[in-house]
């Protein structure tokens, strides 16, 4: 099993940032994507960026050039900072990690991020 534990959300006002951490422990041998996602009230969760084993990265379009996601593999954990924050982006923010071997994902148990408008 993979345990993750998720840190760093909050309340801020627009225009403020945020960086999320998300720690792996367990069995963590085989993860090599890792993610964010995040769901809105009434709303599906969705992704907001990814990262590979590699460092290669992909983020939504609504959170392009705002949102940066890295990885520190040393410490299994990944980031998410967050800039230019909006109303919109308000969400529970969940971390999410692959292990390839196992074809299995694992899910954090999430973090609220709240902007005010």
């Known amino acids: 099993q993979v345990q993750l534990v998720e840190s760093g959300g909050g309340l801020v006002q627009a225009g403020g940032s945020l960086r999320l951490s998300c720690a792996a422990s367990?069995?963590?041998?085989?993860?090599?994507?890792m993610a964010w996602y995040r769901q809105a009230p009434g709303k599906q969760r969705e992704l907001v960026a990814t990262?590979?084993?590699?460092?290669?990265?992909n983020y939504a379009n609504s959170v392009k050039d705002r949102f940066t996601i890295s990885r520190d593999n040393a410490k299994n954990t990944v980031y998410l900072q967050m800039n230019s924050l909006k109303p919109e982006d308000t969400a529970v923010y969940y971390c999410?990690?692959?292990?390839?071997?196992?074809?299995?994902?694992?899910w954090g148990q999430g973090t609220q991020v709240t902007v005010s408008s």
């Open positions: 999410w990690v692959f292990r390839g071997d196992l074809v299995r994902g694992y």
């Open positions: 990262i590979t084993s590699s460092g290669s990265t």
């Open positions: 367990g069995s963590i041998f085989g993860i090599n994507t």
